[in-house]
């Protein structure tokens, strides 16, 4: 089964304006006829495109002559081997009264930064690193919410050579030393705590039990966010953030100019099937991958508001503050997304005048069943894009977009993940939105589909796969002298080429459809099914909030076949009755084919999700099937999977 694809476009750019776009820009230089032929050149000549591409964007640092070494090795190729540069002076090249940033906690909190005022305190926060004794390879770790001081103190630390790496406050003890006690950090920065939905979160004793346990720290900094003055008298090394000396308010940052393939950012798997892997991203990979996907993709210009729904657990915070080197302005909030009555991220939207605003595909869900109708109650004039990410982006969702928000703007579904900090596929200001699609793949990025065997495919599904390397492929996994996790995860499957481990499918308009995760694909009897076909037709229903499917190996004890169990999260006071079960299975067999009903239907209380958002397929799972998982630490509400365990009706 596939998504119908419609022959009318949502929405298709303005030929008056479109002309002005960055990436128009470049298909008029390059000389190209339209997007096609210019992604054409830039997987066919990739040394071309991104020598070609730091130029276009800005890039500041010295590129070097040679662009890569050993192109065709996946991994093992070296891009920009003789470059000198740093993420973070690109990102402070602005210096003056502008905004910088505009921060909201929920309702509680409202702050402002400008751009002058955003350099003197990178700078006076990394005099704190220097004197506690980070240098070049340094790990600095954030424990922090979406705060300024997060972006500070990851600029201080990057402009250094140090590394960063960060995970949201509501991650408990565990799941932080998963983490960070594989990369030892020197310096730990953490809050006291935060605010969700109206109610105070406080971190204080958490904090000092996993400084406890970690042996490495040298400093720990607390961010005031809740209090001002907290006590930090039980965390070990402790200093307020707010009393670490000033420096001279003209002291410039240092910035150490490092090799392009320098590490820059550590970051993790979500860990639900075992300790989370750290993936290495580099300073220069990172940079010219952001700069394509601000300037050109998503038509990020100077001065436009950008605006990304994100934990600094989950990297799209990584994408958001790179927004920076572009010269907008980054709009950061933390806390619950429906605080205020539901509408708090539209508010913000019209109160900052956002151009550019960045959700989850299940936030988008979550507002249509709620009701919401931005366009009619928020002037949200300046809105150009939005983007969507985390899970595929039903057709649904499209549609509830353009009725209830603009028909004028740019929906850009998204899609990539920690694994390269950006995207494969992702929107297009010069091409037409196709309902259910993403719009493109990305430049430079040589994405394909192909079948079980490796054959390029059109028009079916099959494995999303890079067939060239690319300059943010990871450096490598830490603590992998050998490589050999890092091979496993990505190229034990096809040689020398990428596999993303998404369910994909290329279409007639050269967009993309993900249906889900590979692993988490079901297989009755041996006919694949992505899980965002199913999701898609049981969450149009008004009673249903929220869907989990998977495989049961059934009959219990075999391995060779399964069955489609889908368990389902109602509106409140809802029982799941007979004819609702029916209702379900008719919506599925109408609108998708008969091996995707399930045998079974389950009401459940709650879906377990990571924390960054993602249904935990895989998990549940294991739970059904009386097996381990391996790290619950990585859930948001790890007491969710109680649910699905020993359910007499998986038992017939």
């Not at 751009?115 to 004794?133: K, T, Y």
């Not at 140090?162 to 960070?180: C, H, K, N």
């Amino acid at each position: 089964m596939t998504y119908a694809i419609d022959p009318q476009p949502l929405w298709t750019p303005n030929p008056a304006t479109v002309g002005q776009t960055r990436m128009a820009q470049l298909i008029k230089a390059k000389g190209r006829a339209n997007y096609a032929e210019l992604w054409q050149w830039s997987v066919d000549q990739p040394e071309e495109f991104w020598s070609e591409l730091w130029d276009f964007c800005g890039a500041v640092g010295e590129k070097g002559a040679k662009i890569v070494v050993d192109r065709s090795k996946m991994p093992g190729a070296q891009w920009f081997p003789e470059a000198k540069l740093n993420y973070a002076e690109n990102l402070l090249q602005q210096r003056d009264d502008s905004e910088a940033l505009v921060f909201w906690g929920e309702d509680k909190v409202k702050r402002r930064m400008s751009r002058a005022e955003l350099v003197a305190e990178v700078a006076r926060f990394q005099q704190f690193l220097i004197d506690a004794g980070v240098g070049e390879g340094d790990r600095v770790a954030g424990y922090l919410p979406n705060l300024p001081e997060t972006l500070v103190a990851m600029l201080a630390a990057t402009a250094l050579g140090a590394i960063w790496s960060s995970a949201s406050p509501d991650f408990g003890v565990q799941g932080v030393l998963d983490r960070f006690g594989q990369i030892e950090p020197k310096v730990l920065i953490c809050v006291d705590g935060y605010w969700y939905n109206g109610k105070p979160v406080d971190c204080l004793v958490k904090n000092a039990e996993v400084v406890s346990k970690m042996p490495s720290l040298r400093k720990v900094v607390v961010v005031p966010y809740l209090n001002a003055a907290p006590d930090v008298s039980k965390i070990a090394n402790a200093v307020v953030w707010n009393d670490i000396p000033t420096v001279n308010p003209k002291k410039e940052p240092i910035f150490k100019r490092v090799g392009f393939a320098h590490p820059i950012y550590i970051m993790f798997s979500s860990g639900t099937t075992g300790v989370p892997k750290c993936i290495v991203h580099c300073h220069g990979g990172v940079l010219l991958q952001h700069l394509k996907e601000h300037q050109l993709h998503s038509d990020v210009r100077p001065g436009d508001r950008l605006f990304y729904f994100t934990t600094c657990g989950w990297m799209m915070w990584n994408w958001l503050v790179s927004g920076l080197a572009c010269g907008a302005t980054l709009l950061l909030y933390d806390g619950s997304p429906f605080a205020g009555g539901g509408t708090v991220l539209f508010d913000y939207a019209a109160a900052e005048k956002m151009t550019h605003f960045g959700t989850s595909a299940k936030f988008i869900d979550a507002a249509a069943k709620l009701g919401l109708t931005p366009g009619k109650t928020h002037d949200l004039g300046a809105l150009r894009a939005m983007f969507s990410t985390g899970s595929p982006l039903s057709p649904e969702g499209f549609d509830w977009v353009y009725r209830e928000i603009k028909q004028d703007i740019l929906l850009a579904s998204i899609s990539g993940g920690t694994d390269i900090v950006s995207c494969f596929v992702l929107g297009n200001p010069v091409l037409p939105v196709y309902r259910g699609e993403i719009q493109c793949r990305g430049l430079g990025m040589a994405v394909d589909v192909v079948d079980d065997i490796g054959q390029s495919v059109r028009g079916q599904k099959g494995e999303l796969v890079c067939t060239g390397s690319f300059p943010v492929m990871p450096v490598g996994f830490w603590n992998d002298a050998d490589g050999s996790k890092y091979h496993a995860a990505y190229f034990e499957r096809f040689p020398n080429i990428w596999c993303h481990g998404d369910f994909s499918e290329l279409t007639a308009h050269d967009g993309m459809i993900i249906y889900g995760r590979s692993d988490a694909t079901l297989n009755p009897g041996g006919v694949r099914i992505g899980t965002a076909e199913i999701y898609r037709q049981v969450e149009q229903l008004p009673e249903i909030l929220e869907a989990l499917v998977i495989g049961q190996d059934w009959p219990p004890g075999r391995h060779d076949d399964v069955r489609v169990v889908l368990f389902v999260k109602l509106q409140e006071g809802r029982q799941l009755d007979p004819a609702l079960v029916e209702r379900i299975k008719k919506q599925i067999r109408d609108n998708t084919t008969p091996r995707h009903v399930p045998a079974q239907v389950v009401q459940v209380l709650d879906i377990p999700r990571t924390k960054s958002g993602k249904i935990v397929e895989l998990a549940v799972r294991n739970v059904v099937h009386e097996q381990p998982v391996k790290n619950v630490e990585a859930l948001a509400n790890p007491e969710a999977l109680e649910y699905f365990r020993g359910r007499p009706e998986l038992t017939g």
